[in-house]
């Protein structure tokens, strides 16, 4: 049995000297290495694609870091992955910024690496430049990573809201609210314990299965914060278009459900990380719909709406009863409720 | 586990509507449903849309955050200024606007306040952080109430000294004798499925022996509503007002005896000052003497002054079910989920809330 002191993240490890070299060497070279990361330059220089560029951004916070299914390296690969997957680009370079809180385990933030490189490499993007910054025990919480994202896109393939139509069919990839579920069970401290594991997966292998099948995809978004409804609010908003879906329709799995009746939580409103929704030419939804059944993270996708006639943006839902209500944005987080 | 799927079957809850419609005959009734949770649950599954026109539902004072007064609000907020308080809450009271603002607004100015799911979870807290003062905000009707009681034994037990109560408990029957009182017309009311479990089915007679009103306890699955609909609907018909349980999966007419016992060891009826109603005597829960060295409200000499509803907020009259929230002139602007003004608009289960997430658009 080994009495080694467990290693920890000290402030010298951002500053720029030995320390910070060490950790470089020691922890995210040997997982991140690539030709470009590898010359250790201030900037990486990359290959343009023949098409546009998609250029994306985002920054990961989350309690705890480690949650079934996942954990903050695989959720700062797959977010900025998936947001240029949607719009129909093939995403090729990531940048990683992490952001450390002194005392951190050197383990927990190699475990975090090792994840976002398996990530990366399923995903098929190298993460070609990065920076460390270590900030006084207190003033973050463990790992705080920001991820910019650039990816290709082939100029026949563009997907935009604005081209959203009457007629479109609305089809999500994957089971709703796993995520958001399993990050809240991982807490522990609402009660509520499940085997519920986090959905959180790289899309780009599913966009570009449903491009192959129809050029008409109209629109994607993944379900990130604010889950199913608010994504498809921005679309309906976007596009100036009712949008209809089924209740009964919609992919939600048991231990999800029964977790969000205890906490009074409504399931099309908890965040996803591995599911998207698309809309989709009524002639091609059938199509679209096999391809995405074909790829794993796909295997249940589901039809659970249509773009209707009329007009005013809004989204509603045929309640499994047969009746009709509003599906509006979510105001603020939703809080679980007294009784 | 209970298989909800049953109780949310299209085809059954189309026969209990037929059924409904059938026996109204035409007849304008109004029930109300006191419960929170029934009026997200109704909301929800828009079954205001499968009755008859003629049957009209109206939402009661039984949403716990929303008939919390101001100035618990800002007492629980001008605890929450002191540095050594830890105030714990459970998480829908973190939005509820006080005069001096809200627990979201304070914890943003530093203030230390953390959503706990349970009692238990506050006791801990106070065990792990012996140096600073936790307090709980006990909100809620008596389906809450017991595990505040338990806490408070276990508090004893352990002897903290740094674990104490902000309560605000509120108990039920009372203020349906208020509503009778008004001038509302009820013709009878959906009883509150989670407060009944705990107090029974009785308490409620005086509603058939005073007022000439029945009353269905129900449960919150679509089906379990459309039963007791259907139930009220008959006792109106026959004119035979009475109690009755549809809720007999869960609730007994003699409710759950070991958690009242709890109660009454630990808490003393109390007036308590109802948001839109006013005060209502006796209907509220004071901890005893016994356990007073646990009651924050005597622990620490804070002062507020007496609550004062916003201006132009009507929530009182959607509370009682006079108006519906379209009718308040802050409905919708300035007073929205976001930016909730009112106390109906804060909870996801207030009436405004309900009314603006699932309604407040034109169907077509």
Same mark, same amino acid.
């Given at each position: ?339 | ?199 029974? &089915?009785? =308490?409620? %007679?005086?509603?058939? !022996?005073?007022?000439?009103? /029945?009353? *269905?306890?129900? #449960? ?82 804070? &002062?507020? =002054?007496? %609550?004062?509803?916003? !201006?132009?907020?009507?929530? /009182?009259? *959607?509370?009682? #079910? ?43």
């Amino acid at each position: 049995m080994s009495h080694t002191p467990e290693k920890k993240v000290r402030l010298a490890h951002g500053g720029g000297g030995r320390l910070s070299r060490q950790l470089l060497d020691d922890v995210f070279l040997p997982v991140f290495g690539n030709t470009d990361l590898n010359r250790l330059n201030d900037s990486a220089i990359l290959h343009a694609g023949p098409g546009q560029l998609a250029f994306t951004t985002d920054s990961y916070v989350v309690d705890p870091l480690f949650f079934p299914g996942g954990n903050i390296g695989s959720l700062a690969v797959c977010g900025t992955v998936n947001d240029l997957a949607v719009m129909g680009a093939e995403p090729r370079y990531l940048s990683a910024g992490f952001i450390l809180e002194e005392g951190l385990p050197i383990d927990t933030l190699q475990a975090v690496v090792h994840t976002m490189g398996e990530t990366a490499k399923a995903a098929g993007v190298s993460i070609v430049t990065g920076d460390t910054k270590v900030v006084a025990r207190g003033q973050a919480d463990g790992i705080f990573i920001n991820t910019a994202g650039i990816g290709y896109i082939d100029h026949r393939s563009r997907v935009s809201e604005s081209r959203l139509c009457e007629g479109d069919v609305i089809l999500v990839s994957g089971p709703l609210g796993c995520h958001g579920m399993a990050v809240i069970s991982a807490r522990k401290a609402l009660g509520i314990e499940s085997e519920i594991q986090s959905d959180v997966a790289p899309l780009n292998g599913l966009v570009k299965a449903m491009m192959n099948a129809s050029p008409n995809i109209h629109a994607m978004r993944d379900a990130t914060r604010g889950g199913l409804a608010s994504v498809l609010n921005e679309m309906a908003d976007q596009a100036g278009l009712h949008i209809e879906i089924k209740e009964a329709k919609l992919p939600i799995r048991d231990e999800v459900n029964t977790a969000c009746e205890l906490l009074g939580f409504d399931p099309v409103y908890v965040a996803n990380e591995g599911v998207l929704v698309a809309s989709v030419a009524q002639e091609d939804a059938e199509a679209v719909l096999h391809a995405m059944q074909g790829v794993t993270v796909g295997a249940e996708a589901r039809i659970i709406g249509r773009v209707c006639q009329g007009t005013g943006s809004r989204v509603t839902m045929e309640t499994t009863l047969g009746t009709h209500r509003i599906v509006d944005m979510l105001s603020g987080e939703q809080l679980p409720r007294i009784c | 586990m209970i298989d909800f799927k049953p109780l949310r079957a299209a085809g059954a809850a189309r026969v209990l509507a037929d059924k409904i419609a059938e026996i109204s005959t035409g007849q304008p009734m109004r029930f109300m449903e006191v419960c929170g949770t029934h009026t997200m649950a109704i909301a929800k599954y828009g079954l205001r849309t499968l009755l008859p026109p003629e049957i009209r539902l109206v939402s009661g004072p039984g949403c716990p955050v929303c008939v919390t007064p101001n100035a618990y609000l800002d007492h629980a907020l001008r605890l929450a200024e002191r540095s050594e308080i830890i105030i714990t809450t459970f998480g829908d009271m973190l939005r509820v606007p006080g005069t001096l603002g809200s627990l979201e607004s304070a914890r943003s100015e530093g203030a230390d306040v953390r959503m706990v799911s349970s009692t238990l979870e506050a006791l801990a807290l106070a065990e792990t952080h012996p140096q600073r003062e936790v307090v709980f905000l006990g909100v809620g009707f008596e389906t809450t109430a017991p595990t505040v009681a338990a806490a408070l034994l276990e508090a004893q037990r352990k002897r903290l000294t740094n674990f104490s109560v902000l309560t605000a408990h509120k108990t039920m029957p009372m203020p349906l004798r208020v509503l009778s009182e008004d001038t509302l017309q009820i013709d009878g009311f959906i009883l509150p499925g989670h407060v009944s479990a705990i107090i029974g &089915s009785a =308490p409620y %007679s005086f509603l058939v !022996d005073e007022f000439n009103t /029945g009353g *269905v306890v129900s #449960g919150f699955e679509p089906l379990d509503i459309l039963e007791s609909l259907y139930r009220l609907v008959r006792q109106v018909k026959q004119r035979q007002p009475a109690i009755e349980n549809q809720y007999t999966r869960v609730v007994r007419s003699e409710g759950n005896t070991a958690a009242q016992a709890l109660i009454h060891h630990t808490f003393i009826p109390d007036d308590a000052h109802w948001r839109g109603l006013g005060m209502i005597p006796g209907s509220g829960l004071s901890i005893v003497s016994d356990y007073a060295a646990f009651d924050a409200a005597v622990k620490f000499d804070i &002062s507020v =002054p007496a %609550s004062k509803e916003p !201006d132009g907020c009507r929530c /009182g009259e *959607v509370l009682k #079910g006079v108006i519906e929230p379209p009718a308040c002139p802050l409905y919708g602007s300035p007073c929205t989920p976001e930016h909730p003004v009112g106390a109906c608009m804060v909870s996801s289960e207030g009436t405004c809330a309900a009314h603006y997430r699932f309604l407040n658009r034109t169907l077509q």
